[in-house]
């Protein structure tokens, strides 16, 4: 009989199931870019201007958009970890956790970026993974987890505050706090239920 659904994978089927999601997700971060760069940058269109309504469709594009090679660089080592481990845990419960992220995070960029600020990047999902992973074993009582979050909080813990600084000007800490705040919210909404 075959098995349907992704929590009942064995271990080896998940992680290379959230590997091959997270390979194909920031292969496509770098595949934009380029079509951004080869069409002088007409994709940044899609990125977030703050208290335009017509903005507010931008919200999901924008996570996938970066200013540059240097930024989708910054973002993809710790997209693809977060990501990855996140994942582990369930592909459908990742993708509609990395949902609420990206559409919090938007919509604190459109609602508290300075006027005419246009913002993009998956840094906002970045930071919403990160808090879901660092309280996520604490949530559901699982050991391993609290182990996995207390090792991604120690690695880049520091950074992660300073990137929700908003004395930091040249960052959107408006969409990391909010991804970081929806990513602990996730830990609650999406947890799975305790083991026996």
């Not at 380029?34 to 903005?55: C, F, K, N, Q, W």
């Not at 074993?137 to 520091?158: D, H, I, M, N, Q």
């Amino acid at each position: 009989m075959a098995r349907t659904d992704l929590t009942e994978w064995r271990g080896s089927d998940r992680a290379k199931a959230a590997a091959v999601l997270m390979l194909a997700w920031v292969a496509l971060l770098w595949a934009l870019e380029a079509i951004d760069t080869a069409t002088g940058h007409a994709l940044d269109a899609y990125g977030i201007v703050s208290r335009d309504p017509d903005e507010l469709a931008d919200v999901v594009p924008a996570a996938f958009m970066h200013f540059g090679f240097a930024h989708v660089a910054a973002n993809s080592v710790p997209l693809l970890i977060f990501g990855f481990l996140a994942a582990l845990g369930g592909i459908r419960r990742f993708l509609a956790l990395s949902l609420m992220i990206i559409v919090v995070s938007g919509v604190g960029i459109w609602l508290f970026s300075p006027s005419y600020a246009n913002t993009a990047g998956a840094s906002g999902l970045v930071f919403g993974l990160f808090g879901f992973l660092v309280v996520r074993g604490f949530v559901e009582r699982r050991l391993l987890e609290v182990g996995v979050g207390l090792l991604v909080g120690a690695v880049w813990g520091s950074s992660i505050l300073l990137g929700v600084s908003p004395s930091d000007t040249g960052v959107s800490w408006q969409g990391h706090l909010f991804g970081l705040l929806a990513g602990i919210a996730g830990a609650f909404l999406f947890r799975r239920p305790a083991r026996p």
